[in-house]
T-cell receptor
Framework: AQSVTQPDIHITVSEGASLELRCNYSYGATPYLFWYVQSPGQGLQLLLKYFSGDTLVQGIKGFEAEFKRSQSSFNLRKPSVHWSDAAEYFC????????????FGQGTELSVKP | DVKVTQSSRYLVKRTGEKVFLECVQDMDHENMFWYRQDPGLGLRLIYFSYDVKMKEKGDIPEGYSVSREKKERFSLILESASTNQTSMYLC??????????FGQGTRLTVV
């Protein structure tokens, strides 16, 4: 079955500390992988995406993610977290020709301590 | 700037009412989607459309229908609202093979 798992429901990090949010997927075809962020009461904003090529992808707001096919993972990282990064983060997977038809993970809520 | 607009941010409806959630995109995207978001479950796909007058069921279509009479507009219809349809509803659009752009969401409460 196709699925996305985000093992951490809630993470708290100190401002300035590094961050890694985990994402594992199960997908039969070549996956297109995405990370979205949702601030309270808002819609989803695309942080970054992986379609092909370099397995380390850079996104907006200083985020990056690494695709590891052997581990079926697409973890999101940021070297230094800012208080404004507090939000909910969603990993998603889709097929190459289906645009926004995505399977989402459960989400990880990030809190940032001053 | 790309824009997906949902007509209401908050709605309160009574059980049994017919409810319309409207979504408009200004990016000339072929694909449009309706998701619902519930805590601990992430987003789940209700219906989607790859063209005008075309619709396909997603993972949780029961109790919902959709309408796409024009390319830019995709409506979600709750034929007879029930309390278990209380949720956040998110509309999205994309090009074929492109990234999805999401609206701000409609928080629907059915009482």
């Amino acid at each position: 079955a196709q699925s996305v798992t985000q093992p951490d429901i809630h993470i708290t990090v100190s401002e300035g500390a590094s961050l890694e949010l985990r994402c594992n997927y199960s997908y039969g075809a070549t996956p297109y992988l995405f990370w979205y962020v949702q601030s309270p009461g808002q819609g989803l904003q695309l942080l970054l995406k992986y379609f092909s090529g370099d397995t380390l992808v850079q996104g907006i707001k200083g985020f990056e993610a690494e695709f590891k096919r052997s581990q079926s993972s697409f973890n999101l990282r940021k070297p230094s977290v800012h208080w404004s990064d507090a939000a909910e983060y969603f990993c998603a997977v889709g097929a190459d020709n289906q645009g926004g038809k995505l399977i989402f993970g459960q989400g990880t809520e990030l809190s940032v301590k001053p | 700037d790309v824009k997906v607009t949902q007509s209401s941010r908050y709605l309160v409806k009574r059980t049994g009412e017919k409810v319309f959630l409207e979504c408009v995109q200004d990016m000339d995207h072929e694909n449009m989607f309706w998701y619902r978001q519930d805590p601990g479950l992430g987003l789940r796909l209700i219906y989607f459309s790859y063209d005008v007058k075309m619709k396909e069921k997603g993972d949780i279509p029961e109790g919902y229908s959709v309408s796409r009479e024009k390319k830019e507009r995709f409506s979600l219809i709750l034929e007879s609202a029930s309390t278990n349809q209380t949720s956040m509803y998110l509309c999205a659009s994309s090009l074929p093979g492109g990234s999805a752009f999401f609206g701000q969401g409609t928080r629907l409460t059915v009482v």
